[in-house]
């Protein structure tokens, strides 16, 4: 499995309905990803999520942002071509009093190497 290690400059968007159904991606979340954006919008984002990521993460995630709160957290996701990469995200609520709806922003940029190593330790235990 091979690992994209994002560039200093990368700067990953993604926004998603409530129901986490990606609306937008930037250009570089797609080439990271290596979807094009006609393959991510409408799918839920969970097309990027990778095995190794822990439920509970997750679950923290949506309980936060759901609760009108900023989440920050490390991820690693999934590639389309079976590879890897790691993402420091910030996933922001935002209700759109125009449209009446809610949506979620996720703003993600490389993490360092010292940070992975201490995500995956932490990871490993949780389920």
């Known amino acids: 499995m091979k690992e994209y290690i994002l560039k200093d400059d990368d700067f990953l ?7 986490g159904n990606i ?3 930037n250009d570089d979340f797609c080439e990271v990803a290596g979807y094009t954006l006609e393959e991510l919008v409408g799918k839920p984002h969970n097309i990027v999520r990778h095995p190794d990521m822990p439920k509970a993460a997750f679950k923290d995630l949506w309980e936060t942002i759901k609760s009108n709160k900023i989440w920050n957290g490390y991820v690693k996701n999934a590639t389309k071509d079976g ?3 790691w993402v420091y ?6 209700f759109d009093k125009v449209r009446n709806v809610q949506t979620y922003l996720s703003c993600r940029r490389r993490p ?5 190593a201490d995500a995956e330790k932490l990871y490993k235990t949780l389920s």
């Not at 995200?89 to 935002?94: C, E, F, Q």
């Not at 360092?112 to 992975?116: D, I």
């Open 13 to 19: 968007v993604s926004q998603t309905d409530k129901n």
């Open 23 to 25: 609306l937008f991606a």
């Open 83 to 85: 590879g890897f990469y």
């Open 89 to 94: 995200a910030t996933v922001y609520p935002i």
């Open 112 to 116: 360092s190497k010292q940070e992975v």
